[in-house]
């Protein structure tokens, strides 16, 4: 269980929605099925597969991660199965392949939403019989894994798009776990700042910089569109630049600054109707994200789903 105790240091949070998330990992992690993470770019999404392996009973076993966006399609299959020596022009030598080697362990499919189709069938076979097979062998060999998945794309999407395989979504979709969005779990910006801050200060041997209210406040509103990997390299660059000073608003960058000017709304004498705004915002994030249902809602501070049901309140094509 040491493996879980360093985890456990390195994965910061204490809102509820934390907490609660932290919970459900640990009875996920002990009950050895294949797990799809999703959540936005920079939400912990491989922080957590770490977290879900070394709470696991294979803890003691690899954590083998395939990083399918760097997969290219022609080399997928040696990469994944393996292949013998001869079996094609470059195979110079026996190559086991990255699932075997996660034998007993975990193998972590990161951002599978990007997994080429003809590789996505391959890699179905594999999860549904347990059999893997190198190229240029005869006989496929039993091999025990453990599948975590992750992606920051909406897979249902893409499965309605065509892009990614109905079967194997289901195939891998056994439990969902939702990584929130920073701004969704906003209590916690304070704790990780004081977190972050800490970590660097020690890190770069100097003193950690405070921060007064105003400036606190203004990250509390912030939307972090690059969830904790923003708020994290935006913690180093003020333990650097001002170290053992006092933050203000003004020292912070200037997205997180301009945030708050372009938040404020003067409502006009005339008045509005509200509903109309509300759907005609929609209207624009929608268009400004060309239609991408994920990005709207970051635009507008909304969840995914609140944005969904706004949407089928105003009976906006969705
Ligand atoms: N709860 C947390 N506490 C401390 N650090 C965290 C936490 N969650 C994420 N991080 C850090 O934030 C950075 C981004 O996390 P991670 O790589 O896990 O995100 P991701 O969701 O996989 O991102 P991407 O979609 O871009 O691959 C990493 O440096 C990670 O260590
Ligand atoms: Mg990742």
Not at 157 to 162: D, H, I, L, S
Not at 250 to 277: C, R
Not at 282 to 291: L, N, W
Request: proline fraction near 3%; hydrophobic fraction near 40%.
């Amino acid at each position: 269980m040491k493996k879980q105790i360093q985890i456990e240091d390195r994965m910061f949070g204490q809102s509820a929605e934390f907490e609660n998330i932290r919970r459900n990992a640990k009875i996920i992690a002990a009950a050895d099925v294949t797990v799809l993470i999703q959540g936005e770019s920079g939400s912990g999404k491989e922080l957590m597969a770490e977290f879900l392996h070394a709470s696991s009973r294979r803890h003691d076993n690899e954590m083998v991660t395939i990083n399918c966006a760097a997969l290219p399609e022609n080399l997928a299959e040696s990469e994944l199965f393996g292949h013998r020596k001869g079996s094609f022009t470059d195979a110079s030598s026996d190559q086991p392949g990255r699932i075997q080697q996660a034998d007993k362990g975990t193998l972590f499919l990161d951002e599978i939403g990007e997994l080429p189709l003809a590789v996505q069938g391959k890699l179905l076979r594999f999860l549904e019989n347990g059999e893997c097979q190198r190229i240029g062998d005869n006989k496929p060999h039993k091999v025990d894994v453990r599948i975590i998945a992750a992606t920051n794309r909406d897979l249902q999407q893409e499965v309605k798009a065509g892009r990614f395989r109905e079967d194997l979504y289901y195939r891998l979709n056994v439990v969902p776990l939702q990584v929130p969005a920073l701004r969704e779990r906003s209590s916690d910006i304070t704790f990780l700042i004081n977190q972050f801050s800490a970590l660097f200060a020690r890190k770069h041997c100097l003193d950690a910089p405070r921060y007064n209210m105003k400036a606190l406040e203004a990250c509390q509103r912030y939307n972090w569109p690059g969830n904790i990997r923003e708020l994290k390299n935006f913690c180093e660059r003020m333990v650097i630049l001002m170290s053992g000073q006092t933050i203000g608003e003004s020292n912070l960058p200037a997205e997180i600054y301009q945030q708050q000017q372009a938040a404020s709304f003067s409502l006009p004498d005339s008045g509005i109707v509200l509903e109309k705004l509300e759907a005609e915002l929609i209207h624009q994030a929608m268009d400004k994200s060309r239609g991408n249902q994920s990005k709207a809602a970051r635009l507008l501070g909304l969840t995914r789903s609140a944005l969904l049901y706004r949407m089928k309140k105003y009976a906006l094509k969705l």
